[in-house]
């Protein structure tokens, strides 16, 4: 059984930064993709970030020029860089992993203030 847990949100201001992180129980070197996922008050979650077993990695058009998604197989843990941060960006932040089924994060706020 696989636990993930994010950490790194907080209250940030329009252009600023925040790192995610998510801690994985089990080695992540397993999972066929990992990725983080967006849900703002009201609106459907959505796929943020996705970094694949190989290393291949996909952005949602929103993001991509400010955000990087990464993994350190030998922490067990998945990042998410998060720069030029923008209010729309204001959303609960989950991780995935997928190994023979989904398992999925507790989340973590991120709020971009004006």
């Known amino acids: 059984q696989v636990q993930l847990v994010e950490s790194g949100g907080g209250l940030v201001q329009p252009g600023g930064s925040l790192r995610l992180s998510c801690a994985a129980s089990?080695?992540?070197?397993?999972?066929?993709?990992m990725g983080w996922y967006r849900q703002a008050p009201g609106k459907q979650r959505e796929l943020v970030a996705i970094?694949?077993?190989?290393?291949?990695?996909n952005y949602a058009d929103s993001v991509k020029g400010r955000f990087t998604i990464s993994r350190d197989n030998a922490k067990n843990t998945l990042y998410l860089q998060m720069n030029s941060l923008k209010p729309d960006d204001t959303a609960v932040y989950y991780c995935?992993?997928?190994?023979?089924?989904?398992?999925w994060g507790q989340g973590t706020q991120v709020t971009v203030s004006s």
């Open positions: 089990g080695s992540i070197r397993s999972a066929a993709a």
């Open positions: 995935n992993a997928q190994f023979y089924r989904p398992y």
């Open positions: 970094i694949t077993s190989g290393g291949s990695t």
